[in-house]
């Protein structure tokens, strides 16, 4: 049985930090193609950042240089360190994952139906 649970989110001010946490299990970690995502209340799902089974990484444009995402293949868990947190990053964060290669990060980060694993998601506030 795949899972993916995420943990780490919270109320932050803005120019915060967080670190989430996603602990998988149930299908090839190491081998995935894994991201995360967030959604805010009324809008679409976002791809934030991605991690590829070959170790490369992508960002989206609203959080290049802000945020880092990194994997420990051994312990089959993903991490989103934020910094410079700022009131648009509210929103609820998913971990997905895909059992295969990512293909195009920036396509990827715009197809969260590509992806067959989510997590229940963990919320992020930023108050200003």
């Known amino acids: 049985q795949v899972q993916l649970v995420e943990s780490g989110g919270g109320s932050v001010e803005t120019g915060g930090s967080l670190r989430l946490s996603c602990a998988a299990s149930?299908?090839?970690?190491?081998?995935?193609?894994m991201a995360w995502f967030r959604q805010a209340p009324g809008k679409e799902r976002e791809g934030v950042a991605i991690?590829?089974?070959?170790?490369?990484?992508d960002y989206s444009d609203s959080v290049k240089g802000r945020f880092t995402i990194s994997r420990d293949n051994a312990k089959k868990s993903l991490d989103l360190q934020m910094n410079n947190l700022k009131p648009e990053d509210t929103a609820m964060y998913f971990c997905?994952?895909?059992?295969?290669?990512?293909?195009?990060?920036?396509?990827?980060?715009?197809?969260?139906?590509?992806?067959?694993?989510w997590g229940q998601g963990t919320q992020v506030t930023v108050s200003s």
């Open positions: 149930g299908y090839n970690f190491s081998r995935a193609c």
């Open positions: 997905t994952a895909k059992p295969r290669v990512c293909g195009t990060f920036g396509s990827a980060l715009t197809r969260p139906s590509e992806f067959d694993y």
């Open positions: 991690s590829a089974r070959s170790g490369g990484t």
